[in-house]
């Protein structure tokens, strides 16, 4: 027991350093605190992100509820590697990411009662774009500007679970989120020719670095409930509730003044960095919007699943107070899910692949963002198998999901992406009672 805590205490060491590392190379993650991440496993991404299917095996770190089904005790961790393609109308570009997505443990107190804990991203900053005039997401004529930005937002969480009744199970998830973003504009005031070419007469800029320190508490809270049509046929439904938290934010800002060299072109400072007072910016509140979640879904037992969940975030005063960016605004979000999975034959003897889970899943996001009056929508498609371990209950699931984002109107950037999932769900048994002495 000793060994496992000691084992598990390095793993979540390891992974809070990893998860701080950048997690996306997406331009708008530039807004807000960047992009929100998927705060649950390979297995519910890979059925479009649906979160209404739990079991006694499989850690669901969507609904807390599912934590009172657990039979085993369930170590589970998640990586991914994403590929994006970026398309404006002046050009494509590309970009890549990896992430330590999630580490989470999960036990039984009791046939009724259980519990898990673990550490994810909340939301991730990683960009660098650059400019003249309009830039894929502002916009201000004869100005040459270049912006940098990384850092984020993650969550150390405790969940518990419990059954009610046989059909009903409630929980509840307590989490600590902390972070740090850095974003950092450089820019040079200019004019344009007549052939439309920027023209820097000013020999001088400015770069501005502001650091943000984020921390403050969250919660969710999580009911499930399944009823029988007959042998086979079950119904599952679920509901998950978060309801409005502040994120506390430390803000610092720093002014650097920059020259341009006559020869080269490089940049250099004349003088020192210097200290901007924020007034009362200094310590403001990020808004952690309310989030409800309700999924239906109908299956077989140990064979098939299929089911819908509409998601709803209540966004309109979504934001950082710090910065203040033209053209954006935002408005209530909203993703419906739809996905599932397919069993050969869980228990086969004769054949491996007929053991193997075979989950899709495809949704579609309103994002809450509009920029230059034109919608951030979302749209995926996912796909992906549990590979069983040898004999074992423990698996091996991988996970693709092909996606875009974004739109070229207005001068935007469209994202074209894949992003890949590998995940490990391990089983064991804690707290057995000796029978002999």
């Not at 419990?162 to 005031?189: D, H």
């Not at 966004?315 to 979000?333: A, K, M, R």
Request: aromatic content about 12%.
């Amino acid at each position: 027991m000793i060994r496992k805590f000691l084992g598990l205490s390095i793993l979540l060491f390891i992974c809070q350093v990893s998860i701080a590392q950048q997690g996306t190379a997406s331009p708008y993650s530039f807004l807000g605190i960047g992009d929100l991440k998927f705060k649950g496993t390979t297995e519910n991404r890979s059925m479009g992100g649906m979160s209404v299917y739990s079991d006694s095996l499989h850690l669901n770190l969507q609904n807390p509820a599912a934590f009172g089904s657990l039979q085993f005790t369930t170590y589970t961790l998640g990586a991914s590697y994403g590929q994006l393609k970026l398309e404006s109308p002046s050009g494509t570009d590309k970009g890549s990411s990896t992430a330590l997505d999630y580490l989470a443990v999960g036990f039984p107190l009791s046939k009724k009662m259980g519990i898990g804990f673990g550490i994810l991203p909340f939301s991730s900053v990683g960009y660098n774009f650059e400019g003249i005039g309009e830039t894929g997401i502002t916009s201000t004529p004869n100005k040459f500007a270049q912006y940098e930005g990384e850092g984020g937002l993650n969550s150390v969480f405790l969940s518990l679970g419990y059954k009610v009744t046989k059909n009903f199970s409630v929980g509840a998830t307590a989490s600590y989120n902390f972070g740090n973003i850095k974003n950092q504009n450089t820019e040079f005031l200019g004019e344009l020719d007549e052939d439309g070419n920027f023209i820097r007469t000013l020999n001088y800029g400015t770069r501005s670095k502001d650091e943000s320190k984020l921390s403050g508490l969250s919660y969710n809270l999580g009911a499930y409930y399944q009823t029988k049509f007959n042998e086979k046929l079950s119904l599952t439904t679920s509901l998950t509730f978060s309801p409005q938290s502040d994120i506390k934010s430390d803000n610092t800002r720093e002014l650097l003044a920059l020259n341009l060299s006559g020869t080269g072109g490089e940049l250099v400072s004349p003088g020192q960095l210097d200290q901007v007072d924020l007034g009362d910016k200094e310590t403001t509140d990020l808004t952690l919007p309310t989030k409800t979640a309700l999924g239906v879904g109908l299956g077989e037992r140990n064979k098939w699943f299929a089911g819908i969940e509409y998601t709803f975030l209540n966004s309109s005063n979504f934001g950082n107070s710090l910065t203040t960016i033209e053209n954006v605004s935002y408005e209530n979000s909203s993703k419906v899910s739809l996905g599932g999975f397919y069993v050969p034959k869980y228990n086969s003897f004769t054949s491996y692949w007929e053991r193997v889970t075979y989950r899709a899943g495809i949704r579609y996001e309103h994002t809450g963002i509009t920029i230059r009056n034109e919608d951030l929508n979302d749209f995926g498609i996912s796909f992906g198998v549990g590979l069983p371990v040898g004999r074992t209950i423990s698996n091996l699931n991988l996970g693709v999901e092909f996606g875009q984002r974004g739109t070229t109107n207005a001068g935007l950037i469209k994202e074209n992406y894949v992003n890949f999932h590998l995940s490990l769900s391990l089983n064991d048994r804690w707290f057995i009672k000796r029978k002999y002495n």
